[in-house]
């Protein structure tokens, strides 16, 4: 286990020794992992499913609202267990090519909210109540939930690669 750089750094950190050697530091971080993802991807995939046309009497900006406060307190869960559990084995990660192609996957989804945030939402006063959300607008909610699909894909198939 001895990496160079960063890696190294990170690898041989009390923090990481503690990821790998507690009987339950590891598991307890995994679940408060996965907790935030479901936090994390239910607000995604209930806005994205009111994009698809699931609950027109819902105002999309109203739901937005509310949704979006979930989603960003699941990535004060998700984020730092997310490192913790890298720290403890980060060469193996960045070895792994499904590892990888889940931060590719999330990269991706981060950058679909992004451009829907910045170009289709900003019209939603015009399809908020009752109105069919424009192709754009559903186009990105299929994209992102079918992305954050593969994202927990992605992390479920680590613990077989």
């Known amino acids: 286990m001895q990496s160079q750089g960063a890696l190294g750094w990170i690898e041989q950190s009390a923090l990481a020794e503690a990821m790998r050697t507690g009987l339950w530091t590891y598991p307890i971080v995994e679940i408060v992992h996965i907790v935030g993802f479901v936090l994390l991807v239910g607000s995604v995939a209930m806005f994205d499913l009111r994009l698809l046309g ?4 819902l105002s999309v900006q109203a739901l ?6 979930w989603t960003l307190l699941s990535l004060v869960l998700v984020v ?3 490192l913790l559990m890298f720290s403890a084995h980060p060469s193996d ?3 792994n090519p499904v590892f990888l192609l889940k931060l590719v996957l999330i990269l991706l989804a981060g950058l679909n909210a992004l451009l829907f945030h910045a170009r289709v939402y900003r019209g939603a006063a015009e399809w908020d109540v009752g109105a069919e959300p424009p192709a ?3 186009s990105h909610a299929l994209v992102s939930l079918f992305t954050w699909i593969a994202v927990i894909s992605c992390g479920r198939l680590l613990a077989y690669t």
């Open 64 to 69: 937005g609202r509310h949704l979006l406060r």
């Open 80 to 82: 730092p267990a997310g």
């Open 136 to 138: 754009a607008a559903k």
């Open 93 to 95: 990660f960045l070895g």
């Open 54 to 57: 699931l609950g027109k009497a």
